[in-house]
């Protein structure tokens, strides 16, 4: 089938640091990754996503059907808006939605990012034949998705759960007020922080994947504290949910790989007196970069009654 016959987005994932985007379709397919550098100022960025939208939207190969936005949050995806964030405080409270349904007359739908990216590699990713997955999102914070029955599961939250705010250990304040979430120790702050102890001074934790892949001490030691650290998250999340599924996406998630026996061992261990709470998989993203945006289509998909061809 022709592209030009497939009901196809504009897709846009908005970061702290960039804004992303591309046109995806129901197949899966998808156009050139556009970026470009979040301003700090809303009337900017009001701009910039009109500029980026307009570029995609005449990049897509017939009509789009929908705006789709990923994005830090928090965010309250029925009302399409922004709570008080995080870390974008220009954006506090700005109504995305209704500002670009106005501009654009196309519906638009909004998504927090962690969990866009759940619901695109349950969809479009790999496990697009299982019913239930988690997906963790390693970066700048530590996102999750947990996806039930192809659907992202809320509990009774506006947004969703923040996994990333269970406590796994130590004293560090958290951006959320509690100490000692998981978030502390396993977001791309931690893992800069960890190496430093080691002797090892990042700017940025890509740097470590270059030398990690060396194999080299004390880089092996690193990843034996991360992977350890981020198996036991794993163990704390499979206690509650059993989801045999987990997916690692986010920027962070190749080094995360290299940590791969870590994870996997600690899991083992922890939760060797209930075999039945350990996970059948553990897979990373093949497209981290991507996989927030398949999940803004895949959101359009389920409320237009679409199935994924
Ligand atoms: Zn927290």
Redesign the pocket.
Known sequence: MSQKNIPCGVCLDIGGTNIRGTWVNTKGDHGELFTLKRPKLLPHIKESLIYLINKIYLSCPNRPEVIGIASAGPLDHKKKTYLKTANMTELDFFPIGKFLEDKFSLPVFLENDAQASALGEAMFGPFKEKQDSITLTLGTGLGTGVIINKKIWRASHVTGPEL??IYLGGNLR???G?IG?A?TLLNKNALLKLSKEYGVNLKDPKELYEIAIKDIDPVKEILREYGTRLGLFISQLQVIFGIKNICISGGMSPLARLCDDFIKNTIKTNLVKRKWWQPEEIVYSREPNLSALYGMMAKYMEHAYLTRI
């Open positions: 990333g705010h958290c951006g959320c509690q979430c978030e």
